[in-house]
């Protein structure tokens, strides 16, 4: 593959338009999640920084930026001031192998709109989910209290347990798309979305994906009811946006991946590509706030309980089925 | 199964919480919106007139007495038909507590309690209202009443005149 000025600048438009999409994306989830958060609750939720409080992100982001900058002294001050990033960096890292929508045409180029085709990019996306945990880990551990301790310890634990059950439900989609890849599973979905094969799979992944974004009802890391604020107790600042935003960008990010494993990514009928994949991440993206509205949190062993004993023996049998019908077929 | 269950019940709150995002909001928009407080509210303090449009008060010091916070003062005068008035009459509304003592205490129904709330101020003399601000233009609560038409001192009419009094008797006569 030979690269010339137009495929390089092609790839750097794309990765700054991935940025600022995914980053604004973000911005206003958390404006989205006050507010549905609100009309749930029958309260009307911010509607004063612009019209119906369309620029409370920004007014938010002031505040963040503009408040002190607190490091506790007894805190290890180089991981306490790496762990945001590393939990934010790999969440954003993920969109750069989703595929956005059809491959487009410009200037006799064919561009994909996907920052990157990986041959791998179920496991890419696999690994960097396990790697955002380390920003929690670190996060509670760095700030040397008790708290976010305890927090980043839940947040370790449980991270760990539903990556496992996530992995496993992704098994019978690579096993009917036969390829690893993200633009071929989009591909392999063309007659009919996987929903419909594996909608055991969905459900597990749907759960898991919750219990990774570390929502409620699985919010254990960071349970204000027990912990204070769990993993970021000790943040402030930007340092906490850090943490905040990566959480948000978590959401669209494994949103964007449930709709393309299973909804059959950009693909649809009538509307753009595009538009048919930003709608099924706004639809992830308001399950997700329709469900912390509604669940209560889960206690810690009946999280494990879930995880362990229920999800992933279940993942396990349905790749075990998803290859008997393969074989048979 | 439990599963089944468990997964029904989750189902029926998402139902519930759905419905509620189309409900009407409670919230009170407070500066722009206010809601309208109970007649017999105890807000901020005003000074009434009688039905003829005069002040009330005729500087009795009785509420200023009532006053649990010291928060009323005045100066009596007289008007040149032996009408009372106060000169000034001050509230320092930053000590008030609405009680409503000094509205008990009035003889002539003048210093009164209105449902109105209270507004913040950034300067505290701001707080402190006079005369001029205190003093409406109706009756209150007792639209019919004025004080001169029952004390019997001839500032409105005549004396005897008033509803219910006997005119006045020249003593001398009953001398024996």
């Known amino acids: ?206 759960v898991s994906i919750f219990a990774e974004c570390k929502r409620i009802p699985f919010d254990l890391p960071e349970a204000e009811g027990e912990l204070v604020a769990g993993f970021h107790t000790e943040y402030s600042g930007m340092r906490f946006g850090l943490f905040f935003v990566g959480e948000y960008i978590n959401i669209i990010a494994l949103g964007a991946l449930a709709s393309v494993f299973f909804l059959g990514g950009w693909r649809g009928p009538l509307l753009p590509p595009i538009v048919w994949f930003f709608i099924k991440v706004a639809v992830f993206s308001f399950l997700f706030i329709w469900v912390r509205g509604t669940l209560p949190r889960l206690r810690y062993d009946q999280l494990m309980h879930l995880g362990w004993k229920f999800l992933t023996p279940l993942a396990l049998i349905n790749i075990l089925a998803t290859g008997w019908w393969l074989a048979l077929r | ?49 009688d039905p003829d449009g005069q002040e009330r008060c005729v500087a009795c010091y009785l509420c200023s007495g009532a006053c649990p916070v010291d928060c009323i003062s005045m100066a009596a005068a007289e008007g040149e038909n032996g009408r009372r008035y106060a000169a000034w009459f001050r509230i320092n509304f930053s000590r008030c507590i609405l009680c409503g003592l000094c509205a008990e205490a009035c003889p002539t129904l003048a210093i009164q309690m209105s449902p109105e709330m209270f507004h913040c101020k950034r300067e505290i003399m701001d707080m402190v209202w006079e005369k001029e601000d205190l003093l409406i233009d109706g009756t209150g609560k007792d639209p019919n009443y004025n004080f001169y038409r029952h004390a019997g001192i001839g500032v409105v009419n005549p004396r005897g005149e008033n509803p219910g009094e006997d005119p006045p008797v020249d003593v001398r006569t009953l001398l024996p």
Not at chain 1, 10 to 35: D, G, N, P
Not at chain 1, 46 to 54: E, S
Not at chain 1, 198 to 206: E, M, T, V
């Open chain 2, 1 to 49: 199964m439990s599963v089944l269950r468990d997964i029904k019940e989750i189902i029926t709150g998402l139902a519930i919480t759905f419905g509620h995002i189309f409900r009407k909001p409670v919230t009170v928009q407070y500066p722009e919106e206010q809601r309208p407080m109970p007649a017999r509210f105890r807000g901020s303090i005003v000074l009434t007139r």
């Open chain 1, 1 to 206: 593959m030979t690269w010339n000025y137009v495929d390089i600048a092609l790839m750097l438009v794309k990765i700054l338009l991935v940025f600022f999409i995914i980053l604004t994306l973000a911005a206003y989830l958390v404006l989205a999640e006050r507010r549905i958060l609100a009309w749930i609750q029958d309260r009307i939720g911010p509607n004063r920084v612009g019209p119906f409080g369309l620029l409370q992100p920004l007014a938010d982001v002031i505040k963040m930026l503009t408040k002190e900058d607190l490091i506790p002294a007894s805190s290890d001050r180089l991981l306490f001031s790496l762990a945001p990033a590393m939990a934010a960096i790999p969440a954003i890292l993920t969109f750069s192998v989703v595929p956005m929508g059809a491959p487009l045409h410009i200037m006799g180029h064919e561009v994909s709109l996907q920052v990157t085709d990986l041959d791998v990019a179920v496991l890419f996306f696999l690994a960097l989910s396990s790697i955002a945990v380390y920003g929690v880990a670190l996060g509670g551990w760095a700030s040397n209290s008790k708290y976010a301790l305890l927090g980043s310890i839940r947040g370790l634990s449980q991270l760990i347990s539903y990556e496992l059950s996530m992995g496993l439900s992704l098994v019978p989609v690579v096993m009917l798309a036969k390829s690893l890849r993200m633009t071929d599973i989009v591909n392999a979905q063309a007659s009919m979305p996987f929903i419909v094969y594996q909608p055991l799979a969905f459900l597990i992944f749907l």
